[in-house]
């Protein structure tokens, strides 16, 4: 079957560390630029961060920039999301996507594949 699966989430204390992997089940995901996603409730769908098929290229949201870090290990067809110094409007559900091209924009007409999502709970 062919599908992307995220994993790592869960409950964290404000301050706190939570590593999310997006891992590629039945293709490679080296020739996609892979993205982060983030939906909390009653909120829109919004882009957290990207990384190009290369691994040579990301870019974050402001409202991570200096506390997230993505990485890619194509070798084990999965993408990593570190997040650092969490904060409780880091509150939301996270999901990974790929595409030929970084974006942060969720409404990309070029995405070609969405995972399911995983839970990210900040709160003490």
């Known amino acids: 079957q062919l599908q992307l699966v995220e994993s790592g989430g869960g409950l964290v204390q404000p301050g706190g560390s939570l590593r999310l992997s997006c891992a590629a089940s039945?293709?490679?995901?080296?020739?996609?630029?892979i993205h982060w996603f983030r939906q909390a409730p009653g909120k829109e769908r919004e882009g957290v961060s990207t990384i190009s098929s290369s691994g040579g290229r990301t870019d974050y949201a402001d409202s991570v920039k200096g506390r997230f870090t993505i990485s890619r290990d194509n070798a084990k067809n999965t993408v990593y999301l570190q997040m650092n110094s969490l904060k409780p409007e880091d509150t939301a559900v996270y999901y990974c996507?790929?595409?030929?091209?970084?974006?942060?924009?969720?409404?990309?007409?070029?995405?070609?594949?969405w995972g399911t999502g995983t839970l990210v709970t900040v709160s003490s």
């Open positions: 039945g293709f490679t995901l080296d020739i996609y630029a």
């Open positions: 996507a790929a595409s030929t091209a970084t974006t942060l924009d969720p409404h990309y007409f070029g995405m070609e594949w």
